[in-house]
């Protein structure tokens, strides 16, 4: 039996999220009917994390067991002739037998991407938020600083879900701009269902002068989703790194060129 | 009477061309529908250019005639506000009565996407043409100079096309690159029908040392369409900008900010 992991990318505009879904197509099912053509065999399949619908990935994680002799380098360019032009495969490995594409995975970061201009890029149609009130980046930064380290982020958590441990760590939170882009980017070693979008509209709460930086640790200890900004749009955001050992999430991380293949 | 000039750019994978056609989406229609929501009229608009389907424009011009005295302004921002997503407006001004989109035109500027790189990137899916052998963009270079100045560009044009005139003026044609992205841009009086989907081709075919670069002034002297390229797909191909007086095309140009109005 091998176990390999599969890094991929998508763009998510046309899927229900990476998990299957009843009567939606998700990403895992465009991934289960090519392993099966291509493999003659239905392997299950394994991913990093669920995703929201609309959500893309500029890198996910899947692994899976098959006992096909395949080698990677093959399988690699028969998945990415049988997928759909929306969702690529960047590497395939063979990983030890104990690898699991979640559980083995020690941290993510995710970039939400606002585009802040008066008017919309028609080419950034559910790629990015438009946002058309002046941002401050580095007045952002000064807020997103509150979040950093190891709290229970109840606050932050939609407010139906029914995970029993809230408390999470972020190692990392910045905002950074390029021209009319603006890149909100976090680091942890995992998130709460929306936890992402609700730390981004909070520092947009920030933005627009409704929330000081000052308040968010009072926040984040009162526990109340009310208090929170809003939680933003799925198109906005992206999976955009997932970290499993050696690589340690608490000094960031970048695709190796290995990785990408170029 | 107003003659009125709008700058738009949109992406065109959800649209069959610009020009309004039987039994499929146009550009035109959507801008016609939503003139006609926000003016309370129905304006004939001209269009700078028609565009193939699938095609997008990173700078379109509109041109149309109306009576109402609504403000430049107010009208960006009603059009924005109504235009599906993948159609934004970028600036609206008043010009001359006997300005047109189309006539008034002194030259476009074309830029052609390739993504070059072992494998497809999901997020330039319909916008950028998959090229997995290495590209060379010096060597192209030497190729794309032999097209500059006044020529018949018979080779170059779509082989059922009926138009009598084929001597068009090339002023600026080169290619450049940013990591796996290879940029072709060309600038011209004008162009026939697919020439600069077929111009393009020719370079491909030059960097798959099918045609040496020294063969193109007698391939152009040929008027023989099966001496040139292929036709690239119509995904990768952008209207990028639109001159009009005073502006002078041979000198290249940018949207100004006030243009952008960022």
């Known amino acids: 039996m ?7 990318r998508f763009c998510g505009t046309a899927y229900h999220g990476f998990q299957v879904q009843k009567n939606a197509l998700a990403v895992a099912d465009a991934f289960q009917s090519v392993l099966r ?8 399949i394994k991913g990093c994390s669920r995703t929201d619908t609309g959500v893309h990935a500029n890198m996910f994680c899947i692994s899976f067991q098959t006992e096909k002799q395949i080698p990677c380098d093959g399988l690699l360019w028969a998945l990415n002739n049988n997928l759909p032009d929306d969702i690529g495969v960047i590497s ?9 594409a979640r559980y083995s995975c020690i ?29 401050d980046e580095k007045y952002l930064n000064e807020a997103a600083k509150y979040f950093l380290g190891t709290h229970d982020f109840a606050t932050f958590c939609r407010a139906d879900s029914t995970v029993e441990d809230t408390v999470r760590t972020i190692y990392d939170f910045h905002v950074t701009r390029q021209g009319p882009m603006v890149y909100f980017s976090v680091t942890g070693d995992g998130f709460l269902y929306n936890m992402v979008r609700i730390l981004v509209g909070t520092l947009l709460a920030v933005s627009a002068g409704k929330i000081a930086p000052s308040e968010i640790p009072d926040i984040i200890a009162s526990g109340n989703r009310e208090r929170a900004g809003i939680t933003v749009p799925p198109y906005g955001l992206y999976l955009d790194y997932v970290f499993y050992p050696p690589e340690d999430p ?7 060129q290995e990785e990408m293949k170029l």
């Open 92 to 100: 395939c490995r063979e990983v030890p037998l104990d690898f699991h």
């Open 2 to 8: 091998r176990n390999l992991l599969l890094t991929i």
């Open 107 to 135: 941290g993510k970061r995710y970039l939400y991407q606002v585009y802040n201009a008066p008017f919309r890029d028609p080419f950034l149609d559910k790629r990015a938020l438009l946002y058309q009130h002046p941002i």
């Open 250 to 256: 608490r000094a960031g991380g970048e695709f190796s």
């Open 37 to 44: 053509k291509v493999l003659k065999e239905s392997p299950q």
